[in-house]
Nanobody, 116 residues
Framework: VQLQASGGGLVQTGDSLRLSCRAS???????????MAWYRQTPGKQRELLAS???????DYTDSVRGRFAISRDNSRKTVYLQTNNLKPEDTAVYYC????????WGRGTQVTVSS
């Protein structure tokens, strides 16, 4: 399985981005049951869990993004999404997806940069 994240970019404070992450080379029966998650990392810091979603679509969020970000998934496309709203400079990071247990190799992520 390869995890291919996209959708990042340079935005201003208050803007929104929709991030996507496709599990290429995964088959439906491998992807669908997994609890998928979005993470982010900034230089010199540990990777931070942001949100997760069960195979059936039940989301969960950490306090840092609850109310601003929304996770969703399309099992038929083997893709998980992260809608990021009201972005702040402290949201600047590389964003990654993986299973909640880090089961698959990490991809390159997608860079989100929020200017003040």
């Amino acid at each position: 399985v390869q995890l291919q994240a996209s959708g990042g970019g340079l935005v201003q404070t208050g803007d929104s981005l929709r991030l996507s992450c496709r599990a290429s080379r995964a088959i439906f029966s491998t992807f669908a049951p997994e609890v998928m998650a979005w993470y982010r990392q900034t230089p010199g810091k540990q990777r931070e869990l942001l949100a997760s979603i069960t195979g059936g679509g039940t989301p969960d969020y950490t306090d840092s993004v609850r109310g601003r970000f929304a996770i969703s998934r399309d099992n038929s496309r083997k893709t998980v999404y992260l809608q990021t709203n009201n972005l702040k400079p402290e949201d600047t990071a590389v964003y990654y997806c993986n299973t909640i247990s880090d089961r698959w190799p990490w991809g390159r992520g997608t860079q989100v940069t929020v200017s003040s």
